[in-house]
């Protein structure tokens, strides 16, 4: 694995994931949600996936979409590349899920559901059964959902690709 001369951290390949500081109005919009979620004020309110060649695949309003990945020159971004051990074989896999993914379209229902599943509110279930019926993915979501569908579980709780936030992306590569 190659290493960055001014870290020593390994360099990202295909398949890792990162998360980001987003700026403006949608990341303090998602900053306060993961506070209000149980998440504290996280660094990071953005995640997406290395696909190669200089681009990534994340989860946007719009819907997933293929971006480069110099659109985050500048800004904080922590990769999960040497934290969370990956073979040839499981890059390849989520590199191929997160194109499956493409065009998904994105949801603020994923938030209520979110919302929903950490104060308990009656009738989760079918917020949560909506959004896994419609597919539609927040970029943590997304992140996460590629991993599981490449056979690698990032969190040993069993928790659902839609209860994942920034948040926990962050901390589990902290």
């Known amino acids: 694995m190659s290493e960055s001369p001014a870290t020593s951290a390994p360099l990202p390949r295909p398949g890792d994931f990162a998360v980001v500081h987003m700026g403006g109005d949608i990341g303090r919009l998602i900053r306060v949600g993961q506070w209000l979620n149980g998440d504290g004020f996280a660094d990071y309110e953005h995640a997406f996936v290395l696909v190669g060649d200089g ?103 069993g928790r659902w690709p839609g209860y994942v936030t920034p948040a926990d992306l962050g901390r589990l590569i902290a």
């Open 55 to 157: 681009e990534v695949i994340e989860a946007e309003p719009g819907g997933a979409q293929r971006a480069p990945l110099a659109e985050y020159d500048g800004r904080p971004i922590r990769w999960s590349s040497g934290i969370v051990p990956l073979t040839n074989d499981q890059r390849v896999e989520i590199v191929a899920a997160a194109r499956r993914y493409l065009r998904v379209p994105y949801s603020f229902f994923d938030y209520a559901a979110l919302a929903a599943h950490r104060f308990k509110v009656p009738g989760n279930a079918l917020l949560k059964g909506y959004v896994a019926d419609t597919r539609h993915q927040i970029c943590s979501q997304l992140v996460d959902q590629c991993y599981q569908d490449a056979g690698v579980h990032l969190f040993e709780d």
